[in-house]
Nanobody
Framework: VQLQACGGGLVQAGGSLRLSCAAS????????MAWFRQAPGKEREFVAA????????YHADSVKGRFTISINNAKNAVYLQMNSLNPEDTAFYYC??????????????????WGQGTQVTVSS
């Protein structure tokens, strides 16, 4: 199983980025896909998740209205569209996949497979 995330970079406040995560060796069909982020000195935090077949999405309060998670099951890929970025969004962003029970989907421990992360830096 391999998750490959890309799309990070340096952007000015107010700008946008689109992260992509491609999976190989695994099917999305029975899993959640999620994005987490971790800033230096902070714990890894939930950003967004999407259920099997993309029927339901979940976004952290801090990114609601600005970030959107989406999925392409045919391509085994998940995306995170990030708009109106601010410096507080600076972090390493990780994609993950797992089969959490409903209440656990916000926690890193519920996901068994992780990508290598991609850096997002937002300048003020």
């Amino acid at each position: 199983v391999q998750l490959q995330a890309c799309g990070g970079g340096l952007v000015q406040a107010g700008g946008s980025l689109r992260l992509s995560c491609a999976a190989s060796g695994i099917s999305f069909s029975n899993r959640y896909m999620a994005w987490f982020r971790q800033a230096p000195g902070k714990e890894r935090e939930f950003v967004a998740a999407i259920s099997r077949f993309g029927l339901t999405t979940y976004h952290a309060d801090s990114v609601k209205g600005r970030f959107t998670i989406s999925i392409n099951n045919a391509k085994n890929a998940v995306y995170l569209q990030m708009n109106s970025l601010n410096p507080e969004d600076t972090a390493f962003y990780y994609c993950a996949t797992g089969s959490p029970v409903s209440s656990d989907k916000y926690f890193p421990s519920a996901y068994g497979y992780w990508g290598q992360g991609t850096q997002v830096t937002v300048s003020s």
